[in-house]
């Protein structure tokens, strides 16, 4: 496996196939925790430790399981390697637990999860299937800070709150008031703030993707010569 | 026919196989991480605790010196719920107290609170609400010390008629667009308040402490 794989992979993950703003799968978490930074980045990163071990997991007995049973394995194996990260986070972050409650368990139900099992890990070896489903959930959890940063600033003037929950009480301090004494704007932090906020942040990913694209072309409109050897089907 | 059957024996062997060792994964972690999580459950309770019972106010075990409350309507609750008692030289000096108030404005209220003996009331926490965010969240301490104008009442500084928002005619006060909220979190704390005053005397009594009621969420 070529360092340049690698890195495909990492890019799809992370730009071209996003979880949040261009497959939209995941959708439920997306909008139900990204209401504080630190919510959103911790099970961004949850997700992204079962993405990869599933991939992991997934790609070596991907040719012992029979074809019209691969579903109900897949889910199984995933069901597992939640319940196991979600009795670690209640074990060792206690309050994060409490905080992102019901939506550890719904991991299994993320469909961004078995997508990237079925679509990558079954027809890849280990190692590329666990970056896979690491990128995607590194993916994932990229969106959720933007969008839990968007909507913590705007919803209370803060950043980082509740930063101690995850990493212990040193943090406590670390929490960021951007905005003194502001006095909170509830519509950021209800749910229809989400579905603004990501409505915004898919228009924001295609303005960019379009720019890039339209100095790619008049670039080569340029420079014909070396516009020429740039490959035109890569946006 | 009989390809059939083999080779749904197959599915079948194959799903138990892979059933098997997904149990066998979740067992081991279940163990390995069974104590850890006891732990930090009961250090979480304890520092919900010892935030509503000053902690001069008791010198003995106060996780394991507890009674089994069942259901019961003046505290709202509809399973049993665990009375953790404190004392200080043997004397009783409070009692922690689950509550629920039914009739918050999207749904129950969960509370905590810590009753003196002498039925003064020694702190009030909300435990979990799913009240309007930035509105009826302000019983949350996190966001408003509102909650706090409940230490050192009781049923003798506020006689029952008053426990009340001020907008109805009683003592506490409340915000402006969200008086539903304080008035479940009032009238369930109240009720805690008359249920300790017709079970004072068997909250405090001593026994082996209760076995330990096990949460799975």
């Known amino acids: 496996m070529s360092l340049q794989e690698y890195k495909d992979i990492f890019h799809n993950g992370m730009w071209k196939q996003n979880t949040g703003v261009v497959q939209l799968l995941g959708m439920c978490p997306i909008l139900a925790v990204s209401s504080s930074v630190v919510n959103g980045v911790s099970l961004g990163l949850a997700t992204a430790v079962v993405m990869a071990l599933s991939g992991a997991a997934i790609a070596p007995i991907r040719s012992y399981v029979p074809n019209e049973i691969r579903i109900p394995v897949f889910i199984l194996i995933i069901a597992v390697l939640v319940t196991v990260v979600q009795y670690l986070m209640n074990a060792y972050m206690y309050g994060l637990y409490v905080v992102l409650g019901i939506f550890i368990p719904l991991i299994v139900t993320n469909c961004i999860v078995l997508a990237r099992v079925e679509a990558f890990a079954s027809k890849n070896p280990a190692g590329t299937s666990a970056w896979d489903g690491f990128s995607m959930g590194l993916g994932l959890t990229a969106v959720l800070a933007v969008l839990g940063a968007m909507r913590e600033l705007l919803g209370k003037g803060t950043l980082f709150s509740g930063i101690d929950l995850a990493l212990g009480d040193v943090a406590k301090d670390w929490v960021l008031h951007v905005i003194p004494d502001y006095k909170g704007f509830l519509l950021a932090v209800l749910p229809p703030g989400a579905f603004i906020g990501l409505g915004l942040l898919i228009a924001g990913k295609n303005w960019l993707n379009l720019r890039a694209a339209r100095k790619r072309r008049s670039g080569a409109l340029a420079i014909p010569i070396e516009g020429g050897c740039t490959p035109a089907a890569h946006g | ?217």
């Open chain 2, 1 to 217: 026919m009989k390809r059939i059957a083999r080779a749904s024996l197959q599915s079948a062997v194959n799903l138990v196989f892979f059933a098997i060792i997904g149990t066998a994964v979740l067992a081991s972690t279940f163990f390995m991480t069974h104590d850890a999580i006891m732990k930090s459950e009961e250090k979480e309770k304890l520092k919900l605790i010892t935030q509503i019972v000053p902690a001069p106010l008791f010198d003995n075990d106060i996780m394991q010196d507890t009674l089994s409350i069942p259901a019961n309507a003046l505290l709202g609750t509809e399973d049993a719920t665990i009375a953790y008692r404190a004392r200080l030289h043997g004397e009783p000096s409070a009692v922690v107290l689950e509550a629920v108030a039914p009739d918050g404005y999207s749904g129950k209220i969960a509370l905590i609170l810590a009753v003196r003996a002498n039925g003064e009331l020694a702190g009030v926490r909300v435990v979990a609400h799913k009240e309007t965010p930035g509105l009826g969240d302000y019983i949350e301490l996190l966001k408003n010390p509102w909650i706090k104008g409940f230490d050192g009442k009781s049923r003798e500084v506020y006689k029952d008629p008053d426990w009340k928002v001020k907008k109805d005619g009683g003592q506490f006060d409340y915000m402006a667009g969200a008086t539903i909220t304080p008035r479940a979190v009032i009238k369930a704390v109240h009720k805690a308040l008359v249920y300790f005053g017709e079970n004072r005397d068997t909250l405090f009594v001593v026994n082996t402490p209760a076995p330990k009621k096990e949460k799975h969420k």
